[in-house]
């Protein structure tokens, strides 16, 4: 069992950054991939960025890439999404999610996914 606890939202101007921190807790002692996803109102959740367990590898949605950086820290059971050059298009709540067995083919679809953090609110202003 992993429990995930995601922060770092809030609302910020367009063009403006904010660094999301996902924690994870429980038995971390397997290895695990870990992803960010959003979900704007009335849209389905959506692939951001993923991470292999060893940081080695990492994966960005076509409408993030090179605005966002994912990155993990394994000594505090941790992994962030720093986001640069904010857009109103970005507003969602971002989720975290962990999971044993993902791999290129399924990291980009959320019920690949055995586990996920609450959720965090980033609301970009123009």
């Known amino acids: 069992q992993v429990q995930l606890v995601e922060s770092g939202g809030g609302l910020v101007q367009a063009g403006g950054s904010l660094r999301l921190s996902c924690a994870a807790s429980?038995?971390?002692?397997?290895?695990?991939?870990m992803g960010w996803f959003r979900q704007a109102p009335g849209k389905e959740r959506a692939f951001v960025a993923a991470?292999?367990?060893?940081?080695?590898?990492?994966y960005y949605a076509d409408s993030v890439k090179g605005r966002f950086t994912i990155s993990r820290d394994n000594a505090k059971n941790t992994v962030y999404l720093r986001m640069n050059s904010l857009k109103p298009e970005d507003t969602a709540v971002y989720y975290c999610a962990a999971d044993e067995d993902v791999t290129e083919a399924t990291m980009e679809f959320p019920h690949e996914y055995n586990y996920w953090g609450q959720g965090t609110q980033v609301t970009v202003s123009s």
């Open positions: 991470i292999s367990w060893s940081g080695r590898d990492s």
């Open positions: 429980g038995r971390t002692f397997n290895n695990y991939g």
